[in-house]
Protein backbone atom coordinates (compact mmCIF):
# COMPACT_ATOMS: atom_id res chain seq x y z
CA UNK A 1 0.00 0.00 0.00
CA UNK A 2 1.71 3.45 -1.41
CA UNK A 3 2.09 5.58 1.88
CA UNK A 4 2.67 9.13 2.08
CA UNK A 5 4.48 10.86 5.22
CA UNK A 6 4.80 14.63 5.51
CA UNK A 7 7.30 16.52 8.13
CA UNK A 8 6.84 18.27 9.61
CA UNK A 9 3.48 18.15 10.02
CA UNK A 10 3.74 22.34 11.76
CA UNK A 11 5.77 24.79 11.33
CA UNK A 12 5.98 28.48 12.64
CA UNK A 13 8.81 30.54 11.58
CA UNK A 14 9.35 34.18 11.14
CA UNK A 15 9.70 35.84 7.58
CA UNK A 16 12.57 36.09 6.11
CA UNK A 17 14.02 32.39 7.06
CA UNK A 18 14.28 29.20 4.74
CA UNK A 19 12.82 26.64 5.26
CA UNK A 20 12.24 23.07 3.53
CA UNK A 21 9.09 20.58 4.29
CA UNK A 22 10.00 17.13 3.21
CA UNK A 23 7.61 14.76 1.48
CA UNK A 24 8.41 10.78 1.84
CA UNK A 25 6.34 8.05 -0.17
CA UNK A 26 6.58 4.09 0.24
CA UNK A 27 6.67 2.74 -3.37
CA UNK A 28 7.58 3.87 -6.56
CA UNK A 29 5.22 6.60 -8.35
CA UNK A 30 4.69 7.90 -11.56
CA UNK A 31 4.48 11.73 -10.70
CA UNK A 32 4.37 13.64 -7.01
CA UNK A 33 2.19 16.83 -6.92
CA UNK A 34 2.48 20.10 -4.50
CA UNK A 35 -0.60 21.31 -3.39
CA UNK A 36 -1.40 24.59 -1.27
CA UNK A 37 -4.70 25.38 0.93
CA UNK A 38 -6.11 28.02 2.21
CA UNK A 39 -8.35 27.84 5.45
CA UNK A 40 -11.85 26.94 4.19
CA UNK A 41 -10.69 26.76 0.62
CA UNK A 42 -9.90 24.60 -1.98
CA UNK A 43 -6.58 23.17 -3.18
CA UNK A 44 -4.34 24.64 -5.55
CA UNK A 45 -1.69 23.19 -7.35
CA UNK A 46 1.77 24.37 -7.76
CA UNK A 47 4.15 21.53 -8.73
CA UNK A 48 3.80 18.43 -10.35
CA UNK A 49 6.96 16.35 -10.72
CA UNK A 50 7.88 13.50 -13.06
CA UNK A 51 10.97 12.47 -12.77
CA UNK A 52 14.28 12.01 -10.80
CA UNK A 53 16.09 14.63 -10.56
CA UNK A 54 13.23 16.65 -11.81
CA UNK A 55 13.24 20.70 -9.63
CA UNK A 56 11.00 23.30 -10.28
CA UNK A 57 10.18 26.76 -9.00
CA UNK A 58 7.64 29.76 -8.88
CA UNK A 59 8.81 32.62 -6.79
CA UNK A 60 9.66 31.94 -3.24
CA UNK A 61 9.12 28.13 -3.29
CA UNK A 62 10.80 25.80 -5.09
CA UNK A 63 10.19 21.49 -5.29
CA UNK A 64 12.67 18.69 -6.22
CA UNK A 65 11.90 14.87 -6.37
CA UNK A 66 14.51 12.11 -5.88
CA UNK A 67 12.79 8.86 -7.19
CA UNK A 68 15.51 6.72 -5.79
CA UNK A 69 15.76 7.98 -2.31
CA UNK A 70 11.24 8.36 -3.15
CA UNK A 71 11.67 12.17 -1.32
CA UNK A 72 10.55 15.12 -2.28
CA UNK A 73 10.88 18.71 -0.77
CA UNK A 74 9.55 21.81 -0.88
CA UNK A 75 12.08 24.83 -0.18
CA UNK A 76 10.83 27.95 0.61
CA UNK A 77 12.82 30.70 0.13
CA UNK A 78 12.67 34.03 2.49
CA UNK A 79 9.79 33.46 3.45
CA UNK A 80 6.57 36.24 3.71
CA UNK A 81 3.04 36.34 5.49
CA UNK A 82 1.55 35.43 2.45
CA UNK A 83 2.51 31.93 2.50
CA UNK A 84 0.75 30.50 5.02
CA UNK A 85 -1.01 27.57 4.36
CA UNK A 86 -1.56 24.48 4.28
CA UNK A 87 0.99 22.22 1.89
CA UNK A 88 0.29 18.66 0.86
CA UNK A 89 2.25 16.71 -1.46
CA UNK A 90 0.71 13.82 -2.93
CA UNK A 91 1.94 10.54 -4.98
CA UNK A 92 0.45 9.06 -8.40
CA UNK A 93 0.75 5.18 -8.05
CA UNK A 94 2.97 3.56 -10.67
CA UNK A 95 -0.14 1.05 -11.79
CA UNK A 96 -1.77 3.77 -13.05
CA UNK A 97 -5.00 3.26 -11.20
CA UNK A 98 -4.96 6.88 -11.24
CA UNK A 99 -5.49 6.66 -7.73
CA UNK A 100 -3.51 10.03 -5.76
CA UNK A 101 -2.42 9.40 -2.58
CA UNK A 102 -2.56 12.62 -0.48
CA UNK A 103 0.29 13.54 2.43
CA UNK A 104 -1.19 14.21 5.42
CA UNK A 105 -0.28 18.25 4.69
CA UNK A 106 1.92 20.46 6.77
CA UNK A 107 0.93 23.49 8.43
CA UNK A 108 2.61 26.50 7.91
CA UNK A 109 2.79 29.52 9.71
CA UNK A 110 4.95 32.66 8.84
CA UNK A 111 5.66 35.36 11.31
CA UNK A 112 5.49 38.95 10.18
CA UNK B 1 -10.76 30.48 -9.78
CA UNK B 2 -10.45 26.76 -11.60
CA UNK B 3 -13.53 26.76 -13.17
CA UNK B 4 -14.85 23.03 -11.03
CA UNK B 5 -18.05 24.61 -9.65
CA UNK B 6 -19.77 22.23 -6.82
CA UNK B 7 -22.47 22.46 -4.94
CA UNK B 8 -24.27 22.86 -2.01
CA UNK B 9 -21.61 24.74 -0.26
CA UNK B 10 -22.71 23.71 2.98
CA UNK B 11 -25.16 21.03 4.15
CA UNK B 12 -26.43 19.37 7.31
CA UNK B 13 -27.80 16.08 7.52
CA UNK B 14 -28.85 13.29 10.10
CA UNK B 15 -27.30 10.22 10.71
CA UNK B 16 -29.53 7.42 8.28
CA UNK B 17 -29.92 10.12 5.60
CA UNK B 18 -28.68 10.43 2.00
CA UNK B 19 -27.11 13.02 -0.12
CA UNK B 20 -26.00 13.90 -3.29
CA UNK B 21 -23.42 16.44 -4.14
CA UNK B 22 -23.31 17.70 -7.24
CA UNK B 23 -19.75 18.70 -9.27
CA UNK B 24 -19.23 20.85 -13.05
CA UNK B 25 -15.87 20.35 -14.08
CA UNK B 26 -13.79 22.72 -16.05
CA UNK B 27 -14.58 22.91 -19.81
CA UNK B 28 -12.96 20.62 -21.87
CA UNK B 29 -11.86 18.34 -19.03
CA UNK B 30 -12.97 14.68 -19.10
CA UNK B 31 -12.04 12.88 -15.96
CA UNK B 32 -13.59 13.88 -12.26
CA UNK B 33 -12.24 13.05 -9.44
CA UNK B 34 -14.15 12.76 -5.84
CA UNK B 35 -12.35 13.05 -2.34
CA UNK B 36 -12.52 13.19 1.07
CA UNK B 37 -11.07 15.51 3.20
CA UNK B 38 -11.58 15.50 7.11
CA UNK B 39 -10.93 17.87 9.55
CA UNK B 40 -6.87 18.65 9.62
CA UNK B 41 -6.16 15.73 7.26
CA UNK B 42 -5.23 15.04 3.23
CA UNK B 43 -7.82 14.61 0.90
CA UNK B 44 -8.78 10.74 0.58
CA UNK B 45 -9.71 9.58 -2.68
CA UNK B 46 -13.33 8.36 -3.55
CA UNK B 47 -13.74 7.41 -7.02
CA UNK B 48 -12.71 8.64 -10.06
CA UNK B 49 -15.22 8.60 -13.28
CA UNK B 50 -13.75 9.13 -16.77
CA UNK B 51 -16.58 9.40 -20.00
CA UNK B 52 -19.10 8.29 -17.40
CA UNK B 53 -16.91 5.28 -16.19
CA UNK B 54 -15.85 4.26 -13.16
CA UNK B 55 -11.73 4.29 -13.20
CA UNK B 56 -10.69 3.73 -9.62
CA UNK B 57 -12.38 3.75 -6.16
CA UNK B 58 -10.29 4.14 -3.17
CA UNK B 59 -11.34 2.16 0.35
CA UNK B 60 -14.63 3.34 0.68
CA UNK B 61 -17.62 1.49 1.34
CA UNK B 62 -20.20 0.68 -1.25
CA UNK B 63 -22.68 3.82 0.06
CA UNK B 64 -20.74 5.81 -1.62
CA UNK B 65 -21.40 5.59 -5.28
CA UNK B 66 -21.12 8.31 -8.21
CA UNK B 67 -22.00 9.33 -11.45
CA UNK B 68 -21.21 10.81 -14.61
CA UNK B 69 -23.03 12.82 -17.05
CA UNK B 70 -22.34 13.16 -20.93
CA UNK B 71 -21.15 16.98 -20.09
CA UNK B 72 -18.73 15.40 -17.89
CA UNK B 73 -20.57 17.14 -14.92
CA UNK B 74 -20.47 14.25 -11.67
CA UNK B 75 -22.47 13.67 -8.94
CA UNK B 76 -21.45 11.72 -5.59
CA UNK B 77 -24.19 9.95 -3.54
CA UNK B 78 -23.93 9.00 0.16
CA UNK B 79 -26.30 6.68 1.48
CA UNK B 80 -26.97 6.08 5.01
CA UNK B 81 -25.35 8.67 6.53
CA UNK B 82 -22.94 8.42 9.43
CA UNK B 83 -21.29 10.52 11.90
CA UNK B 84 -17.17 9.73 10.55
CA UNK B 85 -19.11 11.06 6.89
CA UNK B 86 -18.51 14.73 8.13
CA UNK B 87 -16.22 16.14 6.33
CA UNK B 88 -15.05 18.50 3.25
CA UNK B 89 -16.11 16.73 0.11
CA UNK B 90 -13.91 17.55 -2.55
CA UNK B 91 -14.18 17.53 -6.36
CA UNK B 92 -11.51 17.70 -8.71
CA UNK B 93 -11.47 17.26 -12.84
CA UNK B 94 -8.97 17.10 -15.24
CA UNK B 95 -8.09 15.86 -18.91
CA UNK B 96 -6.92 13.05 -19.14
CA UNK B 97 -5.09 13.40 -22.47
CA UNK B 98 -1.46 13.68 -21.68
CA UNK B 99 -0.60 11.82 -18.29
CA UNK B 100 2.87 13.40 -18.17
CA UNK B 101 1.41 17.29 -17.45
CA UNK B 102 -1.97 16.14 -16.13
CA UNK B 103 -2.89 18.42 -13.13
CA UNK B 104 -5.95 18.53 -10.93
CA UNK B 105 -8.14 21.04 -10.52
CA UNK B 106 -10.22 21.44 -7.44
CA UNK B 107 -13.52 22.84 -6.65
CA UNK B 108 -14.28 24.91 -3.23
CA UNK B 109 -15.70 21.72 -1.67
CA UNK B 110 -19.09 20.66 -0.09
CA UNK B 111 -18.93 20.52 3.34
CA UNK B 112 -21.02 18.01 4.73
CA UNK B 113 -22.30 18.07 8.80
CA UNK B 114 -23.88 15.07 9.91
CA UNK B 115 -25.47 15.29 12.92
Known amino acids: ELKVEQNPLFLSMQEGKNYTIYCNYSTTSDRLYWYRQDPGKSLESLFVLLSNGAVKQEGRLMASLDTKARLSTLHITAAVHDLSATYFCAVDRTNRDDKIIFGKGTRLHILP | ETGVTQSPTHLIKTRGQQVTLRCSSQ?????VSWYQQALGQGPQFIFQYYREEENGRGNFPPRFSGLQFPNYSSELNVNALELDDSALYLC??????????????FGSGTQLSVL
Open chain 2, 27 to 31: SGHNT
Open chain 2, 92 to 105: ASSLSLDRATEKLF
